[in-house]
């Protein structure tokens, strides 16, 4: 059973920095092409950031340039480094293995002006 675990939501000011980490487990890692999805109030989830197994990378128009996505496969972890962080980039962040399908259960993200 895959099982994904974010961490590193919190509150931020504008222009400030966070760092999320999405823990896999239950499954070979290095194999999943992974992805990171928000959803804010009202709104439906979008994708925001994906990676593959070999490290290829696409990003929403909305964050390119902001947030960088990595992989650690010896950790069985995957990353989103959010940099200067916009009002609007308030929403509930979740995890994805876009191979099997699989969700974790989100993190809040909330940038304040």
């Known amino acids: 059973q895959v099982q994904l675990v974010e961490s590193g939501g919190g509150l931020v000011q504008a222009g400030g920095s966070l760092r999320l980490s999405c823990a896999v487990s239950?499954?070979?890692?290095?194999?999943?092409?992974m992805g990171w999805y928000r959803q804010a109030p009202g709104k439906q989830r979008e994708l925001v950031a994906d990676?593959?197994?070999?490290?290829?990378?696409n990003y929403a128009d909305s964050v390119k340039g902001r947030f960088t996505i990595s992989r650690d496969n010896a950790k069985n972890t995957v990353y989103l480094q959010m940099n200067s962080l916009k009002v609007e980039d308030t929403a509930v962040y979740y995890c994805?293995?876009?191979?099997?399908?699989?969700w974790g259960q989100g993190t809040q993200v909330t940038v304040s002006s």
């Open positions: 994805r293995s876009l191979t099997r399908g699989s």
């Open positions: 990676i593959s197994s070999g490290g290829s990378t």
């Open positions: 239950g499954t070979i890692f290095s194999i999943h092409t």
